[in-house]
């Protein structure tokens, strides 16, 4: 007997054979071009390592967002139910006729709700499986409400329509303190991708500079007798540019979450900022190194 394989599980094997391929080839390509096995090898694990570190955020920003239409259009769905069941249809029905297409993919869910109920089963543990089923944290909390509500003899038409008002009023509160917190976004989000990259970049031009002024510089005889002494900058300037693109992707990323915090209120949320982040603040980075080579280069004609 063939053993069934979730689809899941598919997607996800072909999706890290993608990904090995595509790192393979990348490290190949670099390896040859260094003609260094170790170099090879090191772009290859590198580069796998990163691709499943993005699909795995991608997949799980993905879910987040599921979860957030969810939440966003269940308001909605509450009113529309409660105007159902003012109009008179059964709490089954009126279900089925809230599953509109622009509720999805809350609509998914609110059908399955319906045929539950339509099978007898009972409207408190059928709407307190729909609230797991959503991995929603408010959306537990109001059907807890709703049941509550219930319990102590409420009419559901108004419960559910009263519900409904009460959660657009708390998404609207949190909107608004979003709003609060706009010129700490733009002071953060300024100094990830001008400031540090600024800064960095400046550093490095710095000590190329130095690096080549003093190499022009004969060395001091050790018979002088001065109070300081030239000599040459041993550190390569090619390390404190990987140095400084290093604390720079470092910067963003710790950078990305805090958005997430001020705006969201979640860490998790600055996820999907990361990407974006890092690619402004390299551009930045090596646009002012090139400007100011350019500029420096003119007066103390910078190799």
Sequence with gaps: MKKYIKPEKIKRRNTFITHAIVALILGAIIGTLKRSVTLSISWFIGILAGLSIYHATKI????????????????????????????????DQALLM???KEFDPLDKEIAKLGKELMTGRSIEIAMLDFAERTHSQKIKRTISLIISGLKSGGNMAVLLEETAARTRERYFIQNRAASNVLMYVIFIFAALTIGAPGLFGLSTVLVQVLTDILSTIPATPSSANMPFTMSSIELPVSFIIYFSMTFIIAIDILGAF???????GKEREGAKYILPLIVISMIV??????????????FFSIK
Aim: without cysteine.
């Design 258 to 264: 805090i958005l997430g915090l001020v705006t969201k």
């Design 98 to 100: 809230s599953a509109r």
């Design 60 to 91: 799980k920003l993905d879910y987040y967002t599921k979860i957030k239409k969810m939440e966003n259009a269940f308001p909605d769905f509450l009113q529309l139910m409660g105007s159902n069941l003012r109009s008179g249809m059964p709490a």
């Design 285 to 298: 980075f090596f646009v002012i190194r090139y400007v100011l080579l350019g500029y420096f280069g003119d």
